[in-house]
């Protein structure tokens, strides 16, 4: 996560007070929601990727960044070989984006989808190291 996606969403409660969510929160739900795609994978930042992150930057497979209008959403996914790639990421989106509605009760201005590489579906990618 850069500087700009430190801060928090605050969502009004009808005269009660604020609930205010960490992006840190809409991250590990767009992950866990897109892992439960078939033929999708959390993809873990590791190698040139993690050195050239910053030292706040989420390990998570999902970046989420707060602007002015909503919440922008960057996806890393490994996805098995031989698949549908578009179709694969068009049900991520989907899933991504129903999960953090009805979970944390925001709506995604955007979703970004990068597709960090191919995993064979006999050997899916090691579990990374928390």
């Known amino acids: 996560m850069t500087a700009a996606t430190t801060t928090t969403t605050t969502l009004p409660d009808r005269g009660r007070g604020l609930t205010t969510i960490a992006p840190r929160v809409v991250e590990k739900v767009a992950t ?13 930042v590791s190698g040139f990727r993690s050195l050239l992150a910053p030292l706040d930057a989420s390990s998570a497979a999902a ?6 209008s909503g919440v922008r959403l960057q996806l890393h996914l490994d996805v098995e070989w031989p698949a549908a790639v578009g179709s694969i990421a068009e049900r991520a989106c989907d899933a991504v984006r129903a999960a953090v509605l009805d979970i944390v009760g925001l709506e995604l201005e955007s979703i970004e989808v990068s597709i960090e590489s ?10 990374r190291v928390q």
């Not at 866990?32 to 873990?44: C, E, F, M, N, T």
């Not at 191919?118 to 579990?127: A, E």
Request: proline residues 17%.
């Open 32 to 44: 866990r929601a897109a892992a439960q795609v078939p033929g999708a994978h959390a993809a873990s």
């Open 63 to 68: 970046d989420a960044h707060q602007t002015s």
């Open 118 to 127: 191919f995993v064979h579906p006999d050997r899916p990618p090691l579990p």
